[in-house]
């Protein structure tokens, strides 16, 4: 009779809960999943276990299967909880259940629940490291002039590279042991922005789109990322062999997982960027008029 009372009013306090939603306060849910409004996922197979209720008769309950928190682990890690279940399929509460429950069980408001963060972060960070030494191993991009081999001071000098842009896919799969479940994760890199130093402390930038479209920064002769004009010959400003054209690729990159089978996440940005760098002498000569005697 105590387990029906305690039953029935568990149920109340489960409909008054999701009656409540709008009321509870950010992050509630994050820390108890048994609060008022929040989901408490769905039944599944797990270890189980005994319990003597207040009735004194044992009842055996076990863990439902792991399943997504709305809400990541504060690192953007996923979230997963399991609650704990009677053996008839109905939520333990913590008023029920006599003794001491497993270590690392969550004594909620009406659920008894564990939670684990998967560490999908940590292979983002791996598969990051892949596209560095992909980036690093490409043939280092040319710096492309026009004139080709000389500009002249007053006209406009067009600058653009060659080169790889995109890196990837990379693709990992693992399984992780916390919720036995299989992961999918898949990293890409491209070139998001270039610097061009044309001559020392004049700086100009191209920047991409994203992965699908890096042509803002690749370039073309037809179609130049940089157009600068120069006023001094590089001779006059101390450059014999010619001015330092520095470019700097600056390598982004992005990441998604997914469970096995099921939707991709949206992509997230990588932690970090990488640059490369290429240097060439462009000579650039002073056009002197000539006047001819009449």
Do not use: H, K
């Not at 999918?184 to 020392?200: F, N």
């Not at 370039?219 to 700097?248: K, L, N, Q």
């Not at 960027?273 to 650039?284: A, H, M």
């Amino acid at each position: 009779m105590t387990r029906l009372l305690v039953s029935a009013s568990l149920l109340l306090v489960l409909l008054w809960a999701g009656m409540a939603l709008a009321e509870e306060p950010p992050g509630e849910c994050d820390l108890d999943p048994s609060a008022v409004g929040c989901d408490l996922g769905g039944i599944g197979g797990g270890g189980g276990g005994t319990s003597t209720t207040t009735t004194t008769v044992a009842q055996t309950w076990y863990w439902g299967a792991w399943t997504r928190s709305g809400m990541d682990c504060s690192n953007g890690d996923p979230r997963y909880l399991r609650l704990m279940y009677w053996d008839d399929g109905s939520l333990v509460s913590p008023a029920e259940f006599i003794g001491t429950p497993p270590a690392g069980s969550i004594l909620g408001a009406a659920v008894i629940y564990q939670q684990v963060c998967v560490a999908v972060v940590d292979e983002a960070d791996a598969a990051w490291e892949d596209l560095v030494r992909a980036v690093e191993a490409l043939p280092s991009p040319s710096v492309q002039t026009s004139p080709e081999f000389e500009g002249v001071t007053g006209l406009e000098s067009w600058f653009w590279f060659d080169g790889s842009t995109t890196v990837g896919p990379v693709a990992v799969s693992w399984t992780d042991p916390s919720v036995g479940t299989t992961f999918a994760l898949e990293g890409r890199a491209w070139v998001g922005s270039v610097r061009w130093e044309v001559e020392p402390g004049v700086d100009r930038w191209a920047t991409s789109v994203g992965y699908a479209d890096t042509s803002g920064v690749l370039g073309s002769m037809d179609e130049p990322t940089v157009r600068y004009r120069y006023e001094v010959s590089s001779a006059d400003a101390g450059f014999d062999d010619g001015y330092p054209i520095a470019m700097t690729l600056a390598w982004e990159g992005e990441w998604r997982w997914r469970e096995r089978g099921g939707p991709w996440q949206p992509w997230r940005p990588m932690a970090t960027t990488v640059g490369i760098t290429s240097v060439r002498s462009y000579p650039v000569l002073e056009v002197v008029g000539v006047l001819d005697p009449p």
